[in-house]
């Protein structure tokens, strides 16, 4: 049959579905049930992982492996780089008789011990102070990983410092779970639920990227070192024509898109949605909901995927914020929720929301999270690329607020004067065309404008720009929520009536909060005047948002609830601080590269062509006035590029000689940036009047058009 050749078929797909996944299915028919049993409720939090157990597992998991080639395993863990990091050891031991085993102990699964000093640890460690230690965790599948003809079993980690300090983005994700689920049984609890035992977040990560000819990334120094286009004159088109958007595949793209589809499936990330986006050459992915830690497993692994791909079919996907000037950038919407063991979405509003208790606490306990720790969810999503993209016509403003919709408004709205008593109904649209059915409506409309929208049983954050890990932006989420919820866990628990004391914590958060709801366009100039009135943060700098770490309520809130100690908190802002700096260092000097030795010249040597034309008309006695204003216009935009070449190579310099990395990044941001902006303000314009086929480098139509 025709359709077994095309594995992102349905029948395919169906059995390529995490076929390369140590999942729930291999581990019944594969383990003893007694270990499968022990095994489960290690994953469940219930008891920790014995290692006899553990020993039983390593060998199971280590034979799945070999059957489908593996010769390696590794823990496969997420530094504070950002991305992912591993180190393969093999199955096979030397015996002494000079032969081999395959051996993989339940030690070497639950523990590894990588080389932990050229990782980013923010002062944590010493460099000379070596030691780390991966820890598997349980709760995200074991995986098989093909990197050409290299098969390696991935073990997910954590990672840590020989002190016990977390040296990656799972570990205080994991915490953040863990306390999450400890002050949202405490509430359901004292609310007179008596069924739900654990309660977790849940992430679906949307994922925007770029695809481009291999053959124009080739040809630009600045995406190969930096992932954007540090250079380049618009597109006589661009997206005016709102063409691109959901628009039909090029059959190039929907092969790249069958083929990441295949390799995700294999490793069991559930990607579904696929389609065109805003920008020509963007593109969006997307998957069905899970665990928040194995959502942002699989967030990494779809973003290594798409990389991976692309380069087998001769394209290469680019993951940056804004990788061209003057369309849009992408993003990473978080579309986050919190679920219950038995099944509950504690988001979800049902078909009476003011009579859903459950929900309004958790719903309201959500907005005054966000609006008490606004600044702390800017900083989880501050980065360089991001401060290209926030604030313009494509994501959402560097002032975060909630859209509620007009549902859940005028039940806010109802709360702050009393008890809710009804909820607006959704009805039905009618098209009047009478071969098409009416269907329902929602009851709210979405608001694609809005940082933290809700969008019917979930939040979106649609702030997290698509390079980062969802782990910063998610245990940051799960903490702050967590705190809200031990405040109100706190009042219910020691309440004489639980239902009245609801009541009143209810009004109290919708009275004293509601600054922070707004269902409007977030993108107009009386939205940033009228935020300054409600006196909420607008915070355009990603230096100065990461500055905010350091505030007193946010160390407490990280230290209260274990996500992350003092120490750690501090740490983090210092690596963050020194990753910001350091690609603005790589931008400059990529920047000076092609300013000097690629655009330079060629402009030069132009100007000297006109030259040379403007003296052989002017001798026959012809007027050479169009070539002499061209020659004009080119030396001056020559002179005016190497005078701006100069003042960056001085602000890069003296950036680089800065010690503290507060005013190191500072530095960047008010001189470095700007004198970047004006060597590229001056190449561009030359763009527009050097020879075409003299110019250096592919240009925005082409990168954007050609496929």
Known sequence: MTVEKNEASPIRAAKVFGSNVFNDAVMRERLPKSVYKSLKKAISGETPLALDVANVVANAMKDWAIEKNATHYCHWFQPMTGLTAEKHDPFISPTADGSTLLEFSGKQLIQGEPDASSFPSGGLRATFEARGYTAWDCTSPVFIKEDGNNVTLFIPSAFCSYTGCALDKKTPLLRSMDTLNKQSIRVLKALGNTTSSRVTSTLGPEQEYFLIDKKFYDKRLDLIVSGRTLFGAPSPRGQEMDDHYFGSLHERIASFMAELNTELWKLGVTATTQHNEVSPAQYEVAPVYGTVNVATDHNQLTMETLQKVALRQGLVCLLHEKPFAGVNGSGKHNNWSIVTDDGINLLDPGSTPHENMSFLVFLCATVKAVDKYAKLLRASVANTGNEHRLGANEAPPAIVSVFLGDQLTDIFEQLAIGTAKSSRESGELKLGISTLPPFHKDCTDRNRTSPFAFTGNRFEFRMPGSTQSCSGVNFTLNTVVAEILSEIADELEKAEDVKVAAQKILGKITTEHKRIVFNGDNYTKEWVEEAARRGLPNITSSVESL????????????????????????????????????????????????????????????????????????????????????????????NSLKNAIEVLEVATKKSQHENDVNKKAALYRDEVVPAMGDVRLYADELEKVVDASLWPLPTYAQMLFLK
Not at 553 to 560: M, T, Y
Not at 567 to 585: F, G, K, V, W
Not at 602 to 610: E, M, N, P, W
């Open 547 to 638: 500055q905010c770490l350091a505030e007193k309520d946010f160390v407490e809130v990280f230290a209260k609830h274990g996500v992350l100690s003092n120490d750690e908190l501090h740490a983090r802002q210092e690596i963050l601080l020194e990753s910001y700096a350091m690609t603005l260092n790589i931008e400059a000097m990529a920047t000076l590269d092609i300013a000097k030795r690629q655009i330079l010249p060629v402009a030069v040597s132009y100007s000297s062509t006109l030259g040379t034309a403007a003296q052989a008309v002017k001798a026959a006695g012809v007027s050479a006035d169009a070539q002499i204003a061209l020659l004009k216009q080119t030396c001056d935009l020559i």
